[in-house]
């Protein structure tokens, strides 16, 4: 299984992005696909999720109402859009893979992908 995550840049507070994860390798029936970020310094948190089959979707309290987490199965591709960006935002954000839903740390998913860097400029 192989995760390509695309899309992170520099923004200014209040504005937005759209990241894009890539899947290939397997087929993800059962699976969710969840977005996580990390600043310096700090531990890796979870953003977001989706179920792949049903389109099911989970957020952090920190980015309800502000990110949408949405999947192309016919494509293997997760999206998140992210609007009104704050600073507190930035960070290295990671797509990842697990079987099964509402799984919110890191060591219970199996799949990573390399990360793209989200900088929300004051």
């Known amino acids: 299984v192989q995760l390509q995550a695309s899309g992170g840049g520099l923004v200014q507070a209040g504005g937005s992005l759209r990241l894009s994860c890539a899947a290939s390798?397997?087929?993800?029936?059962?699976?969710?696909m969840s977005w996580f970020r990390q600043a310096p310094g700090e531990e890796r948190e979870f953003v977001c999720a989706?179920?792949?089959?049903?389109?099911?979707?989970e957020y952090a309290d920190s980015v309800k109402g502000r990110f949408t987490i949405s999947r192309d199965s016919t494509k293997k591709t997760v999206y998140l859009q992210m609007n009104s960006l704050k600073p507190e935002d930035s960070g290295v954000y990671y797509c990842a893979s697990s079987r099964g839903f509402r799984k919110r740390t890191a060591d219970e998913y199996d799949y990573w992908g390399q990360g793209t860097q989200v900088t929300v400029s004051s």
């Open positions: 390798g397997r087929t993800f029936s059962g699976y969710s």
């Open positions: 989706v179920t792949w089959t049903i389109g099911n979707t």
